[in-house]
């Protein structure tokens, strides 16, 4: 199972990330612990600068911008 965590303090664009990042999950049909971080402590533990970002199994994967549910599903497969 995959760890997801989408960073971001819970504005418009975390909210879009994890809603994108969700509907991903399900369209790869994978199973995935999705979490969403909000606190700046940890998510400037993970070295992000700009929100949302995407982490998958620890590592960050996108930073800054809401990507597209195919470019999630290529970083997921």
Known sequence: M????????????????AAVTKEAVYSLGIEADIEKVTDIQEIMSFGVMMTPALVVDGAVKISGKVPSVEEIKTLLS
């Open 2 to 17: 995959k760890k997801i965590q989408v960073l971001g303090p819970g504005c418009p664009n975390c909210e879009k990330l």
